[in-house]
């Protein structure tokens, strides 16, 4: 929001929220009926059929832009700024769409008012070069003005600055303006557009190809790193005064009072408005190259539908919590076309970069779905995955790269133990978490419990668990009758006598993992807490009960470039996992963490807290569910 709203400051839509689409509902449904009423013999409108996928393919493009740019972003070549992208400016930059619903009424509009726009033949040269024109010169000169009106203060705090919030930008930051500044901006690309309808000149490449022109050089100039190469300003020297860069325009945003010329800079060069920093800066970026993390968390994909919570999907998405939409079943040819190319890509991709003191951080992840790691003959190819990363990390000089949910399964790989056999040489530790994810759990459980009822199936983290709370004389009640005698098998005699089978169920502090069923849940008591020590937290039934997240703790403040939720956890809360391996280089800790390996617990909770993470209370876990 602007920092003094104006007038139209809101969409006139914003209250219907995820239903704001249906303002379009009427014309493309009156599209479709004159289609299919159409007389026998009459001629096809395909212009005006075409709006809706147009529209669609617009959202579409600039989709490719925001995962291009987020992935480039966490690669770190090429990049610009090294400032950081928060919540707040996601959630400022959520309704970008807007603009692309704002064209749609309009062209439809357009449409029934001007009989001209009416069977618009595919292509016409004139009217391509006719807007060719009308863009170098009425609309780049008009943009350069009206630019520099919106910066005059009173325009400025009323409209502008709420496109300027983001200093570091994505490529959709370039249409995040209130609703007022986009009808001057339509006013202005309308000019080509209406001059051609009214000339009879106008076709449907004009059209589509000017609106495409206008979203590459917008998504273009406003992501965060460096993608025209040199060799064009070289080839053709005349160029720099024709088209800009993101590197250019980034000053814009930094320095506000330069660079403000739409795509072509040559207006700045005839005011004087140029920064004179643009070229060095243009060069410092295309040298730039991304830093080599210090730590890596190898993660993968969980459900087909979680490639639209990545960082690299769907922006809004990825700031919240991961839950299944009733919508992903309309995008299932998506969902299909993401398989197929995670399939066929397989290879480990980076996935987010964050900055934590002196550490550069890199998340990475295998190309798998959950339940390919249940799945026999996948554990090959995933283990053969895993170890490619590993083996990388090491030839990259990574110090530590930790293991997160199913890459360290038991299983699979013992926790990590396969590769550290395999490769007893390598200089990069690999962490499973499970000290610190054994830790979270025992200061998740409240104080003054005096017995739990322990169920799900067994783990490293589960049979650490329970040692340490019956050695600090808290009954562990087990749920099953199987899981009793492995924990017992692995408990000194005086720590056993605190194990029990459980016969009642009276506990209502729950300590529970994988395959905890429903029947099982509904023993519980009303008002139970469910604590997960798993990685994946358990299925919800009841509704009278209390579920804590997976094994977590809430960020400090000042870890960087945090604008994304970890799978299922809320906003700045990371994975036990996850933090374990930050930890490891924090403290220089030279030992791997696999196998039965396990540091001191108390030492590593220590160590957390003294780094700035936070506990999560069940009460903040309440309000952040509420």
């Known amino acids: 929001m602007a920092s003094k709203p104006g007038i139209l400051t809101e969409w006139p839509w914003t209250w219907l929220g995820n239903f704001k689409y249906v303002v379009l ?7 479709i009926q004159s289609l299919l009423n159409r007389e026998d013999g009459s001629k096809i409108d395909i212009g005006y059929l075409i709006i809706f996928p147009f529209l669609l393919f617009r959202m579409l493009h600039n989709q490719i832009w925001i995962s291009l740019s987020r992935y480039r972003t966490a690669k770190g070549d090429n990049r610009i700024l090294d400032k950081t992208i928060e919540f707040d400016q996601v959630d400022r930059e959520r309704n970008w769409d807007d603009q692309i619903l704002l064209n749609g009424l309009l062209f439809y509009y357009g449409y029934m008012k001007l009989e001209q726009s009416h069977y618009l033949p595919i292509w016409r040269s004139d009217g391509i070069i006719l807007t060719t024109l009308l863009h170098i010169g009425p609309v780049e000169f008009l943009y350069y003005w009206l630019h520099r009106a919106l910066h005059h203060h009173f325009l400025y705090s009323r409209y502008h600055s709420h496109h300027h919030s983001s200093i570091v930008t994505e490529p959709i930051t370039s249409v995040i303006h209130p609703f007022a500044e986009h009808i001057a901006y339509f006013l202005l690309f309308s000019i080509p557009l209406l001059t051609t309808v009214l000339t009879k000149t106008a076709s449907i490449v004009s059209f589509g190809g000017y609106i495409t022109y206008i979203d590459f050089m917008n998504n273009m100039g406003h992501c965060n790193f460096e993608i025209i190469p040199k060799w064009m300003f070289s080839t053709f020297p005349p160029l720099k005064y024709l088209m800009y860069t993101p590197s250019y325009h980034s000053l814009h945003h930094t320095q506000f ?5 739409l795509f072509m800079p040559i207006y700045d060069y005839i005011y004087s408005t140029l920064d004179k920093s643009s070229d060095t800066l243009y060069e410092k970026s295309l040298e730039r190259q991304g830093k080599s993390p210090d730590v890596v968390h190898l993660t993968h994909l969980t459900t087909p539908e979680s490639i639209y919570h990545l960082r690299l999907g769907f922006a809004s998405f990825a700031s919240e919590p991961y839950t299944s939409k009733w919508y992903f079943w309309l995008m299932w040819p998506i969902t299909l076309w993401s ?32 339940v390919q790691y249940f799945m026999q003959w996948q554990r090959e190819t995933i283990n053969n995955l895993i170890e490619e990363a590993i083996m990388e990390a090491d030839q990259k000089g990574i110090k530590v790269l930790s293991l997160g949910l199913l890459n360290q399964d038991e299983k699979l790989n013992n926790n990590g133990e396969v590769y550290i056999r395999r490769y007893p040489q390598i200089k990069v530790k690999l962490v499973d978490g499970s000290s610190l994810a054994v830790a979270v759990v025992l200061n998740s459980i409240p104080k003054g419990t005096t017995q739990v009822v322990l169920g799900g199936h067994l783990s490293k983290v589960a049979n650490a668990i329970a040692l340490a709370l019956c050695q600090g ?4 009640m087990a749920l099953r009758e199987e899981e009793y005698k ?3 098998s692995n408990l000194t005699t005086e720590a056993a006598i605190n194990l029990l089978p ?18 099982e849940q509904l023993k519980a008591p009303k008002g139970t807490l469910f604590i997960p020590f798993s990685q994946f937290p358990p299925r919800k039934t009841r509704k009278d009960c209390f579920y804590f997240h997976t094994p977590a703790m809430i960020t400090p403040k000042h870890f960087e470039n945090v604008d994304s939720c970890e799978n299922w956890l809320p906003r700045r809360v990371m994975s036990a996992w996850r933090m374990a391996g930050i930890l490891h280089a924090l403290e220089d800790w030279q030992e791997h963490e696999c196998g039965n390996m396990m540091f001191d617990i108390e030492k590593v909770w220590k160590a957390s807290l003294v780094h700035g993470f936070q506990p999560i209370s069940v009460a903040s876990a309440s309000e952040s569910k509420a």
């Open 25 to 31: 509902a009427p014309f493309v449904g009156r599209s």
């Open 502 to 519: 459980s016969k009642t169920y009276n506990s209502k502090i729950w300590l529970v993992g994988d395959g905890l069923n429903e029947d």
């Open 339 to 370: 398989m197929m190319v995670t399939w066929i890509y397989g290879h480990t991709f980076t996935v987010e970069r964050n900055v934590f003191k002196n550490l550069n951080l890199q998340t990475w992840a295998i190309p798998k779905y959950r």
């Open 473 to 476: 004389g808290v009954k562990v």
């Open 486 to 488: 492995k924990l017992k």
């Open 257 to 261: 009072r330069t660079n403000y010329s």
